[in-house]
């Protein structure tokens, strides 16, 4: 870097030849050398200087299970977050003491509950008292919004390290609306509609798009069928942290402990046709059903963010980088569109385009939304959700953003030079859509600010 530096201020004192070599001590401030941040001349254009960038340098998981019947249906929901931020420490031997703040996105359990729950876990986990902790709800990307609140927060200097994380169990707190609804809302139909069954989103999303039964049965084949060989290989090793709890026998009451290692929600032998024999859930005549939408499940992860400068000096291997984050409101009757419309916000934000994201993970609310928004963006299915999705492995809702946070930075470590860029992306109840874009880990280093582009020479040598 220094070498860098010391040849721009030679060439910078070419511009003032009334001055001589000995004078290179008081150039101009007017005139000064820098890094090289490639100008409006580069594809993609840091907008930080490279120590200050976000980085993640651990990401994990709990196993994701069925929702009253899986491995987590008598696990309490603050033993299911607690395992993960204990890992995130213990795998980078950061002490918890260093954190600056816990931020944990969680949907359906009442606010100041949750919020208790959390802060148990975040002692469970070994945090000392003076770390704090608080919950997030932007309903489905609420794990996502708390990885994008850290990594702002640290960008704005609040604090140099934290962690964005998401709890869920939808066994402990089923979807339901509590208390009476203000009756002025029939008097708006948008208003209204945020009221709507997310499955009679998804049948809206199917009839106006032309999404077929075919295509969204297909789709739920195709996430069972790549969950099952990312299982089956060990893929989801390296982000899944087993977590020790019990099974109660329900008509006993006896207690067995159980570790819980895997997804218990995938289903390798998932065939269309055994799909086209369920019957529709939402509409008589519609195309929705229990195997074509993604599943009611329990679960838990968390990601370690940092500034990158504080990642070196520890000499912790960087995971990913977090480059932009967009949320996007959308018509609430037809919520799913939502990453169509966040994902090209938040790539532009990033100075890409869509061609140069080698993976994306969308999250599968339903088939229907997850097909649409493929075909609209027309996305090399390829590059999507290509361990499996929300379909095969569930969606517990709070926690869903940090799975695929975790899912797509370590399918990303695992694929090297060949992938740089990833994306995060998921559908949000009454109307929104949220995204990320997220770079690997070792893919730059100070003086490559820019990808490498073959249509013209216009850069520096600084930026190539």
């Known amino acids: 870097m220094e070498k860098a530096i010391e040849r721009q201020r030679v060439l910078l004192q070419h511009l003032r030849p009334s001055q001589t070599s000995s004078s290179l001590e008081n150039i101009d401030s007017s005139i000064y050398a820098s890094v090289c941040s490639a100008g409006d001349s580069a594809a993609y254009q840091r907008t ?23 491995g987590f249906k008598d696990t309490y929901p603050d033993d299911l977050l607690a395992p993960v931020l204990k890992a995130v420490m213990e795998k980078t031997n950061v002490s918890p003491s260093e954190v600056g703040d816990i931020v944990v996105g969680s949907v359906l359990a009442p606010g100041s ?45 609040f604090y140099d390290i934290g962690i964005g994380a998401g709890l869920e169990s939808m066994t402990t707190n089923p979807m339901a609306w509590e208390g009476s609804v203000n009756p002025k809302v029939k008097q708006m139909a948008q208003a209204q509609d945020c009221l709507l069954p997310m499955g009679i989103t998804s049948e809206n999303v199917a009839h106006r798009f032309g999404v077929t039964r075919q295509e969204q049965d297909q789709a739920a084949v195709d996430s069972h069928r790549k969950a099952a060989a990312a299982t089956a290989s060990g893929k989801f090793k390296d982000e899944i942290i087993p977590v020790a709890t019990k099974i109660v026998d329900p008509k ?22 055994d799909l086209a024999k369920l019957k529709a859930v939402f509409k008589k005549s519609g195309t929705t059903t229990a195997g074509n939408s993604s599943q009611v499940t329990d679960g838990a992860g968390a990601v370690l ?15 990913g980088v977090f480059r932009t984050f967009a ?8 919520m799913g569109i939502g990453p169509a419309v966040a994902i090209p916000a938040a790539v532009k934000s990033a100075g890409l385009e869509l061609e140069d994201i080698d993976l994306f993970e969308i999250n599968e609310a339903f088939a229907s939304q997850y097909v649409y928004c493929r075909k609209k963006l027309e996305l090399d299915p390829e590059k999507i959700n290509v361990n499996g999705g929300a379909m095969a492995i569930g969606h517990p809702l709070g926690a869903t953003g ?3 946070v975790a899912t797509l930075l370590h399918e990303m470590k695992r694929r090297g030079k060949d992938c740089r860029f990833g994306v995060v992306s998921m559908c949000i109840g009454t109307g929104m859509g949220a995204a990320a874009v997220f770079e690997r880990g070792d893919s730059c280093d100070e003086l490559r600010n820019s990808r490498k582009i073959e249509s013209h020479n216009l850069l520096s040598k600084d930026a190539l």
Do not use: W
């Open 327 to 334: 949320a996007v409101g959308v018509d609430p009757a037809i």
């Open 402 to 404: 940090a799975r695929c």
């Open 305 to 319: 963010l940092m500034k990158r400068s504080v990642a070196m000096q520890k000499g912790l291997p960087i995971l």
């Open 113 to 157: 509950q949750r919020a208790s729950e959390c802060r148990m876990a975040a002692f469970y986990a070994g945090f000392p008292e003076t770390v704090p902790i608080r919950t997030v709800n932007r309903q489905c990307s609420s794990g996502l919004q708390a990885v994008a609140d850290v990594a702002a927060a640290i960008k704005a200097g």
């Open 252 to 273: 006993t009451g006896d207690e067995t402990p159980v570790t819980i290692s895997v997804d218990d929600g995938i289903r390798p032998n998932a065939t269309v046709s």
């Open 48 to 70: 930080s200087v490279f120590g200050d960038d976000v980085v993640i340098v651990a990401a994990h998981r709990t196993p994701l299970c069925k929702a009253k019947r899986g």
